[in-house]
């Protein structure tokens, strides 16, 4: 099953048209369905004075673009019992060590999102737990435990009031 997502992911990359130029229209359709992803394209045509058709062939030049690259949901941490919010700087021992701590950090199911960054750290993690104690257990025991890693600092989060995706 890895293989063949493999050979798809490879024949998505080959396929995609890095010179899709954006219209009016392109972006009218990104910010619809980034609002609302299960939008019918009917509905879309409607509001847009196009045809279904016309809707489908955009998303699908924008697929195949690698501008539109799934769907999803988006869930509240806070509903599934994740109240506490950090961020966490790491330095690395050596650069070198950036690939095997990425995946390390992958493993860990409280590292929702982790970028490679010039600054003051190597690594800017977000973590999310579902209690202080919890966080203490992660960060002692699964992250300030990983070999690469030569220090750490936590920032926790106290609230979150801004969220947004790129506007198109």
Do not use: W
């Amino acid at each position: 099953m890895r293989k063949l997502i493999d050979k798809l992911s490879d024949k998505t990359q080959l396929t995609m048209n890095t010179s899709f130029q954006r219209d009016q229209l392109d972006n009218q359709i990104l910010e619809a369905l980034m609002q609302e992803a299960r939008t019918p394209f009917a509905e879309l045509a409607k509001r847009f004075g196009v045809s279904a058709g016309t809707i489908h062939v955009r998303v699908e030049k924008m697929k195949q673009a690698g501008i539109i690259t799934g769907a999803q949901i988006t869930v509240n941490p806070k509903a599934l019992g994740y109240d506490v919010c950090c961020f966490i700087g790491i330095n690395l021992k050596s650069a070198g060590d950036y690939p095997a701590t990425i995946a390390k950090l992958n493993a860990l199911d409280e590292v929702t999102e982790a970028y490679y960054t010039t600054g003051n750290y190597s690594i800017f993690a977000k973590v999310m737990c579902q209690s202080i104690d919890e966080l203490q257990h992660v960060l002692i025991n699964r992250i300030q435990s990983i070999d690469e890693i030569q220090s750490t600092e936590t920032l926790i989060s106290l609230q979150n009031p801004i969220s947004r995706a790129v506007k198109p």
